[in-house]
């Protein structure tokens, strides 16, 4: 089944589960009066021997009486009060699914809105309605290569359906979206290098304020819940208050950090927590890193540095150069991972702050145009809210709710 498929599966369900409520409250009101009517008959039944008991005698006919009477009052106690049922959710542990859901919430209605004024004036597919597909698409953060790619598929697509009503004009886009998205993914690999015998090293990059150190805090603290033993390593000597903000997430997440003074050597730093993990047999060593020199190439120099002294300790390390970006910055976060990906061997992306923003879009972009694959994402402010990226959940939580009735 392919990506849209399952978009689509996702729409029809909710659409049944509509139905569904009405149809439930609708049995439970015919339920309720079946059984109030047969309490009525029993209650009428009885009255009918105390009568008789009254009249003729009969111990048996008022025992009789008695039985019936506890019977309609058993019966009656079958019967509640029919309540309005609610399209509420059930209040259970929220699952991956309902937290990209959630967490797209923004971005969703962005593009729904988008969509909306798309087709506000809709009069007729034309080229003018295409530049317009163009402009919403590249308002929408999905990247100025992607709307180009998905217009110029559109033209074809409309006229090999003859698609000319909004909903079906609506719905090709969606389709050509998840369509490019899902082919440009095949070979990628969203789940992190985790070593299965020895060190895992894991090395974060990311300019100042994208919340790389938070990130790391977080994925040490799920780490350490799983049963691994993790080590931190606190290589952003610059910005201050980068060292005592990691050593708070390792106090927190009661894993032990490896620090310097502020300002001194981060390749030094690195040095020491790769010496630490190998003698304390660790498994997985997260390295935070600076994000901000006097320039950028000193910034490259210095992450060049501490990659080379990884390698001097284990020549298969680092395992991941995971880049951190913030969602809510939408283009400029497409622009620092072309500038890092030009300069430093980055294998994958952890997308922060995507709850936060509208400019979800841009998952589609950093793919469609980078190839980068997203390996983690913030999906909320709580520690247990940066989830392993899941393509296929991230296109299903973003486009569901776009579907248009035909």
Do not use: C
């Not at 009477?69 to 509640?80: F, L």
């Not at 506000?120 to 290569?145: K, M, P, W």
């Not at 290098?193 to 300019?207: E, H, I, M, P």
């Not at 003074?261 to 790769?274: E, H, R």
């Amino acid at each position: 089944m392919g990506l849209f498929d399952k978009i689509k599966n996702a729409f029809s369900k909710e659409k049944e589960a509509e139905k569904t409520t009405e149809e439930i409250q609708e049995e439970a009101q015919k339920e309720s009066e079946e059984l109030q009517d047969e309490a009525n008959q029993i209650q009428s039944d009885a009255n009918k021997l105390e009568a008789e008991f009254q009249n003729e005698q009969a111990e048996e006919k008022q025992n009789e009486a008695d039985q019936l009477y506890e019977q309609a009052d058993e019966v009656k106690e079958t019967v509640q009060p029919i309540e309005p049922v609610e399209n509420k959710p059930v209040e259970e542990e929220i699952n991956s699914q309902e937290k990209y859901e959630k967490g797209l919430i923004k971005t969703r209605k962005t593009f729904k809105d988008r969509m909306n004024e798309l087709f506000a004036n809709f009069r007729s597919v034309d080229e003018d309605f295409f530049e317009e597909v163009e402009e919403t698409l590249i308002g929408a953060d999905v990247g100025f290569e992607t709307s180009m790619k998905i217009a110029d598929e559109l033209r074809q697509e409309v006229k090999l359906k003859n698609a000319k009503k909004p909903a079906a004009v609506q719905n090709a886009i969606i389709e050509k979206l998840v369509d490019l998205y899902e082919a440009e993914g095949i070979d990628e690999v969203n789940a992190i290098n985790y070593q299965n015998d020895g060190l895992t090293v894991l090395l974060f990059v990311g300019v100042n304020g994208t919340g790389k150190t938070t990130s790391i805090g977080k994925l040490a603290h799920q780490l350490k819940q799983e049963g691994k033993k993790v080590l931190l390593a606190a290589a952003d000597t610059f910005r201050a208050g980068a060292i005592d903000q990691l050593v708070v997430w390792g106090e927190r997440s009661e894993v032990e950090v490896v620090h310097g003074k502020a300002g001194g050597d981060p390749a030094a730093v690195v040095y020491d927590a790769m010496i630490r993990a190998k003698a304390e047999e660790v498994d997985i060593l997260l390295v935070d890193t600076a994000g901000r020199l006097q320039n950028k190439v000193n910034l490259m120099n210095e992450l060049d540095k501490i990659n080379r002294v990884i390698k001097r300790e284990d020549p298969s390390a680092p395992h991941e150069v995971l880049l951190v970006v913030d969602a809510t910055t939408g283009q400029n976060a497409m622009n620092q991972a072309k500038q890092f990906k030009e300069t430093t061997d980055v294998t994958g992306l952890v997308l922060t702050k995507l709850d936060g923003t509208a400019k979800g879009g841009i998952v589609l972009a950093i793919r469609n145009e980078l190839h980068l694959p997203v390996k983690l994402v913030g999906l909320g402010e709580g520690i247990d809210d940066l989830e392993t990226f899941d393509p296929n959940q991230f296109v299903v939580g973003l486009f569901k709710g776009l579907l248009q009735e035909e």
